[in-house]
């Protein structure tokens, strides 16, 4: 199993940035060749993936944050990263992290808000 900890949200001005980390432990080898994604759920809405990177960082986006957001990894720090950029406030939500496919428990997320 692989143990998740998502980090690096906060509240934001519409057209602000965020650096959202996702922390990997347990069976990292596992974590290392499976795909990765970023979730988020926002208040009475179902959980939606939003961005994707391979094993070997081929990348897909949800229509909603494509050209927004950018999904990366770090193999050697066992780590996901997603910076949003020009958010908007139809942005807030919890953002989790998981794999792609029979997911591992989910970590607590991370908080996002933008607002003025």
């Known amino acids: 199993q692989v143990q998740l900890v998502e980090s690096g949200g906060g509240l934001v001005q519409p057209g602000g940035s965020l650096r959202l980390s996702c922390a990997a432990s347990?069976?990292?080898?596992?974590?290392?060749?499976?795909?990765m994604g970023w979730y988020r759920q926002a208040p009475g809405a179902q959980r939606e993936l939003v961005a994707s990177?391979?094993?070997?960082?081929?990348?897909n986006y949800a229509d909603s944050v494509k050209g927004r957001f950018a999904i990366s990894r770090d193999n050697a720090k066992n780590t996901v990263y997603l910076r949003m950029n020009s958010l908007k406030s139809e942005d807030t939500a919890v953002y989790y992290c998981?794999?792609?496919?029979?997911?591992?428990?989910w970590g607590q997320g991370t908080q996002v808000t933008v607002s003025s």
């Open positions: 347990g069976n990292i080898l596992m974590f290392r060749i499976y795909a």
């Open positions: 990177i391979a094993s070997y960082s081929s990348t």
């Open positions: 998981n794999n792609i496919g029979q997911h591992w428990a």
